[in-house]
């Protein structure tokens, strides 16, 4: 049977331009001041998953590039993720770290008296997760609070996958496995959190299989064989949400049209195991009817261009 796990859940897409000048960004962290313990453990610090532990959806954009325009306008959209792209465009750390020092928001953190911000960055990455440590570590270690992993087909890469987004657990832990394989050396995640080192560790876990975490981890379900062992992959303890975005691959995969009838069905058999897992599942609608469908139907993830994100939540509010 599949297994079940008792969190709630609660939702990403196109593009923003973006570019960051590294003193500028420095700038920025170094005028955020410090919360007291009592706010920082008031909640989450990734803003996805505050609202998934609320049961609401959330809404995610996709970064067409890495300027600090870009980081700018991101970090007070109405997203409360973007993602970068790197399985399909220039694999650039650097660039990524600029971008995520430049979504830096003092102003934010001032009116919000919390560290949370607006909006999370995630990224995707082209290992497969199997092959992806190496990749994840460099993620993570910049600060990112979630990791897409792409192509997942197996029980075993979703082990993998989570095995790398977790430090090892220190003894007594009631989450000790799966086996956390990260390195230590998170000196610059720390700082883009705003925490000390010993804290950013405490949080930098997977949610839900921590309830405390403020790192997800998303995998993508893009074939036939992914979905024919959907229920293995949901299994392994740890992974925060399946995205099968727009169903490029998928389709490909299923070997027909992305408008087949064959599609949809696959989409609905991804929902469906991911209700019954109680993981979160993402897809990318296409307008704001098409959204609040997709949001009625289960989907707790919506990745959209920025008007559709805007009219499905003025959609929603009029309920």
Same mark, same amino acid.
């Given at each position: ?8 859940l ?8 973006v570019?960051?000048?590294l003193?500028?960004?420095?700038a ?17 610090? @990734?803003p ?9 959806p ?7 590039g890495?300027s ?9 959209s ?6 970068v ?9 650097p ?8 979504m830096?928001?003092k ?17 995707r990455?082209?290992p ?8 994840v570590q460099?993620?993570?270690?910049i +600060?990112l609070?979630?990791y ?13 996958a989570v ?11 009631p989450?000790?496995?799966?086996? +956390? ?6 000196a @610059?995640a ?8 010993e ?7 997977l ?11 998303i995998?993508m379900v ?13 299994s392994?303890?740890?992974?925060g949400? =399946?995205?099968? +975005? ?8 299923? +070997?027909?049209p ?8 696959a ?10 897992? @109680? =993981?979160?599942?993402g897809?990318t ?16 993830m919506?990745?959209? /261009? ?5 009219? /499905? ?6 309920r």
């Open positions: 049977m599949p297994s079940r796990r008792t969190h709630s609660g939702s990403s897409t196109h593009s923003i331009p570019r960051v000048s003193a500028a960004s420095i920025v962290a170094l005028l955020i001041p410090s919360p007291t313990a009592a706010q920082q453990s008031a909640q989450h610090l @990734n996805v998953i505050d609202k998934l532990a609320k049961g609401q959330v809404f995610g954009l996709q970064a067409a890495l600090l325009q870009g980081a700018r306008a991101a970090a007070r109405e997203a409360d993720f973007i993602y792209d790197m399985e399909h465009n220039p694999l650039d750390f660039a990524l770290q600029m971008f995520l020092l430049g830096g928001d102003g934010l953190v001032l009116k919000k008296g919390s560290l949370q911000p607006n909006l999370a960055l995630f990224a990455f082209p497969e997760a199997d092959q992806a440590a190496w990749v460099q993620a993570l270690d +600060g609070m979630g897409i992993f792409t192509g997942v087909e197996t029980r075993e890469q979703t082990l993998a095995q790398s987004m977790r430090y090892p657990q220190r003894r007594g832990s989450h000790m496995e799966p086996l +956390g394989k990260r390195g230590s050396g998170a @610059n720390s700082w883009a959190w705003g925490l000390s080192g804290e950013y560790q405490r949080r930098a876990d949610w839900p299989l921590n309830p405390e975490g403020d790192l997800l981890a995998v893009e074939t036939a064989e992914g979905v024919k062992n959907l229920d293995e992959i949901l392994v303890p740890g992974v949400m =399946v995205f099968i +975005g727009a169903a490029g691959d998928l389709h490909l995969s299923l +070997g027909v992305r408008d087949a009838p064959e599609v949809e069905a989409r609905q058999t991804i929902l469906r195991a991911c209700l019954a897992h @109680n =993981v979160a599942c897809i609608p296409t307008s704001a009817d098409d959204a609040v469908r997709r949001i009625d139907q289960g989907w707790k919506i990745r959209s /261009t920025p008007a559709v994100i805007r009219e /499905t939540r003025g959609a929603l509010a009029r």
